[in-house]
T-cell receptor, first 115, second 115 residues
Framework: DAKTTQPPSMDCAEGRAANLPCNHS???????VYWYRQIHSQGPQYIIH???NNETNEMASLIITEDRKSSTLILPHATLRDTAVYYC????????????????FGTGTRLTIIP | DGGITQSPKYLFRKEGQNVTLSCEQN?????MYWYRQDPGQGLRLIYY???????QKGDIAEGYSVSREKKESFPLTVTSAQKNPTAFYLC??????????????FGPGTRLLVL
């Protein structure tokens, strides 16, 4: 799986958009970008994933650059409950790589929403 | 409600003792996973199972054992051979073998402490 690089921490004012960057310069063509978040002492929560097109759901938007070497997770109106560690993960498909469905979590970005 | 349950929430182990962490899911998912998380670190894969009566070692299987006798259950035993068991243990599942569109759903975790 390709490695990802994220800033260790970020702050964002409540009500503003939180933009979390992720670099994945070694991503290959069949690898998806996944985002999870983990609130303190809880299990990780799935947020969104994408291959090459931008994606949006009720939680967030995912912007992937055209060369797919980086992406940005956008929380449009951050609330205090969005304070968590956010993980950007690049994962291959089990269809092409047997046993490759594991998620490799790095240390993530600790996002703090400021009141 | 459908989901993944882990018990207990906190578990204390004495030196030389084997302990078993429970993971149950009622999502009718085929694949299940165990991860370990150390303070300030990402998740590391211990074992995974794609189907009943079959399981594979992950990246850090030494000192751990699992069984998958039922689809909904994937217990993890931390044996006395695991010399540094203190960690946060997370169980996850996916509907099938984890294709590119499969998201992993996580349980709330069990925190294991050594006395």
């Amino acid at each position: 799986d390709a490695k990802t690089t994220q800033p260790p921490s970020m702050d964002c004012a409540e009500g503003r958009a939180a933009n979390l960057p992720c670099n994945h310069s070694t991503i290959s063509g069949n690898e998806y970008v996944y985002w999870y978040r983990q609130i303190h002492s809880q299990g990780p929560q799935y947020i969104i994933h994408g291959l090459k097109n931008n994606e949006t759901n009720e939680m967030a938007s995912l912007i992937i650059t055209e060369d797919r070497k980086s992406s940005t997770l956008i929380l449009p109106h951050a609330t205090l409950r969005d304070t968590a560690v956010y993980y950007c993960i690049v994962r291959g498909t089990a269809l092409f790589n047997f046993g490759n469905e594991k998620l490799t979590f790095g240390t993530g970005t600790r996002l703090t929403i400021i009141p | 409600d459908g989901g993944i349950t882990q018990s207990p929430k906190y578990l204390f182990r004495k030196e030389g003792q084997n302990v078993t962490l429970s993971c149950e899911q009622n999502l009718n998912h085929d694949a299940m996973y165990w991860y370990r998380q150390d303070p300030g670190q990402g998740l590391r894969l211990i074992y995974y199972s794609h189907i009943v009566n079959d399981f594979q070692k992950g990246d850090i299987a030494e000192g751990y054992s699992v069984s998958r006798e039922k689809k909904e259950s994937f217990p993890l035993t931390v044996t006395s051979a695991q010399k540094n068991p203190t960690a946060f243990y997370l169980c996850a599942s996916t509907k099938t073998r984890g294709g590119e569109k499969e998201t992993q759903y996580f349980g709330p975790g069990t925190r294991l402490l050594v006395l």
